[in-house]
């Protein structure tokens, strides 16, 4: 597999600062969803670099200090709670890309984005379907933006242990559903996320409690 096959084709086409872009934290009950955008050097292979599903919580983490140091720019950008739940969440997704890319310090000229839409970008860009195991920019951008929303999930465990945030980092798993059912939903739970856990429950959902 060639890791540099579509930074290749954009620079074929002219493009001189290619960023690749993708999002983590779309499908948990809980938390923002963060996107990243990375602009690497012509011709960069980062050893270990990689679709961040694919690694190890470990690696991920001493990928994300090299990713940062080798980079011409990176940029990571968060949609709220209160966004995902205004908007929905695939509009809170696509606007939490577009303040990605627009966050780089260094402007990017064309971007190229994992999945299948495409956020409402000033500058030419184009959708890859599963990217984050094609390109190196879309695996780097996967790994910042996956590794930056755990760590905030980290910082979430602390201020509500009752949920073991650090076990889950949000998504609906076993454990989680349970102490969400346990203690009801706490400020940063998507409301929105959890309407079907309370109907299969057949219990009605507890307003959640606004942030002080």
């Known amino acids: 597999m060639d890791w540099l096959f579509y930074e290749k084709e954009a620079a074929a086409k002219g493009y001189t600062s290619v960023c690749g872009v993708d999002e983590a934290g779309r499908g948990p009950l809980a938390g923002p969803v963060c996107a990243a955008a990375v602009i690497l050097p012509e011709g960069c292979i980062i050893e ?5 599903k694919k690694l190890t919580e470990k690696k991920r983490e001493a990928l994300y200090d090299v990713i940062i140091e080798q980079a011409v720019s990176c940029s990571v950008a968060f949609g709220t709670v209160e966004e995902i739940e205004r908007d929905n969440i695939l509009a809170a997704t696509m606007n939490t890309m577009k303040r990605a890319v ?9 971007a ?4 299948n839409r495409l956020p409402p970008l000033e500058i030419p ?12 920019s879309i695996a780097a951008a996967s790994i910042l933006a996956k590794v930056t929303r755990d760590r905030l999930l980290l910082q979430y465990a602390d201020k509500y242990p009752e949920y073991e945030f650090e076990k ?3 998504y609906g798993t076993k454990l989680h559903i349970e102490r969400i059912l346990e203690y009801g939903p706490c400020p940063i739970h998507r409301p929105s996320f959890l309407k079907k ?7 009605e959902m507890p307003e959640i409690i606004q942030k002080s």
């Open 48 to 52: 270990g670099v990689n679709d961040s």
């Open 102 to 110: 627009e966050g780089l310090s260094v402007k990017a000229d064309y």
């Open 112 to 115: 190229m984005i994992d999945g």
């Open 125 to 136: 860009c184009e959708y890859i379907v599963k990217g984050d195991a094609k390109s190196i």
């Open 168 to 170: 889950h980092k949000g």
């Open 197 to 203: 856990i309370y109907q299969k429950a057949g219990v």
